[in-house]
C-alpha cells in the first residue's frame, strides 16, 4: 500500500490525487498538511483524509508517508520536494516544477541523490490521447515535422491573495498555463529549441498576462507559442502540427476527459476521432505509482523538467522580464 501526504490544503488535490486515490486499492491519503493546522484540520475533515500534520516539515517527516504530493505553489516547490526526497520519499510536484531552471536542478539533483522518483505533475502527458498524438507522429502519419503551434489559454480573474498573479509565488500566464504549451511543443518536437523572439504583456501588479514566443527546434522546425489569462480570455487548448504530408490538430490535450479531438488531414482526406481513457489525473497516479513499484521509465521530472523550466526562463529574458530571485 501506498501511503500519500499532501502539502497544501489546495484546489488541485481532490481531482488530481484524493479522487483518483479512492478509485484505487493499492494507495491512500493518509495526512494533509497545510499553512496553519485548523486549515489543515477542516480541509481534512471535508475530503476524509484520517489525518493531519502541524507543519509541512512534519509531515515529510513522518514515517508512514511513501508518496508526498507537493500542490502548493511554485515558490515552495523547491525546499520541500528536496526535503522530501532527502526524507526518503518519492515525489510527485505540481507545475511549474520551480521557480527557475537553477531549481529544477536541485530538485533533480536530491532525486538521484536520494534514490528516489520525482515527477512533474503534467498530467496531459500520461493519457493516452497524447500517446496516439506521439504515435502517429513517429509512424509518418503527417510526413517529416515541419512546424508547430501550441496554446493553452483561460481567463483568470485578479482577486487579492490570487497565486496566479503574483509573480513571487511563482504566478503569471506563462507559469501557469505556458508550461503546458511549452511542454506540448517540446515533447513533439522531441528537442530543445532556441527563442527566436518573445513579448510579454504585464498586468499592473507584474505578472504576465499574455506572452507569446517564435522558437526553433532541431531541423528548422519553427513553434509559435501563446499563452493568455488576460481578462475576458476564451479556453483554449491546442496543439496544432504540421508535416510534409498533412497536419494533426489536437484539441483539448489538456483535459481530453473533458471532450477532445485529434484531426488529422492529408490533401483531401480528413479523419476526426477521439482516444478513449480515464481523467488524466487517474493515469498520473496510475503512472507514478508504476514508477515507485514497477521501475517504469518516469514520463515526466528529471532532465525534461528542467529544460522546460529552463526554456520559461529563456522566453521570459527574451521578452526582457526579470524574474523573482
Known sequence: MIRIGILGASKIAPPAMIEPARKRGDCSVVCVAARESARA???????????????????????????????????????LTIAALDAGKAVLCEKPFAMNAAEAQGMVDASERNGRPLLEAFHYRFHPMFAEILNQLRSGAIGKLCAIRSEFSVAIKYRPGE???????????????????????????????????????????GADLTTTAQLEFEGGVKAQVRTSMAPGQRFKALLAIQGTDGVLVARNPLHPHRGHSITIRKGLSIRRYDVPGETTYDH????????????????????????NMALMDAVYAAAGVGRPA
Not at 52 to 60: D, F, K, T
Not at 167 to 190: F, I, K, N, Q, S
Not at 285 to 303: E, Q, R
Open 41 to 79: 484540520r477542516a480541509y481534512a475533515d471535508l475530503h476524509a483524509i484520517p489525518e493531519i500534520a502541524e507543519s509541512y516539515e512534519a509531515l515529510i517527516a513522518r514515517p508512514d508517508i511513501d508518496l508526498v504530493y507537493n500542490a502548493l505553489p511554485p515558490h515552495r516547490h523547491a525546499d
Open 284 to 307: 498520473q497516479l496510475a503512472h507514478m505509482i508504476d514508477v515507485m513499484t514497477k521501475n517504469a521509465p518516469p514520463l515526466t521530472g528529471g532532465a525534461d523538467a528542467v529544460a
Open 163 to 205: 497565486l496566479r498573479h503574483d509573480p513571487a509565488l511563482g504566478g503569471g500566464a506563462l507559469m501557469d498555463l505556458g508550461c503546458y504549451a511549452l511542454h506540448w511543443a517540446r515533447t513533439v518536437a522531441g528537442s530543445e529549441p532556441r527563442v527566436h523572439q518573445a513579448s510579454v504583456k504585464l498586468s499592473e501588479h
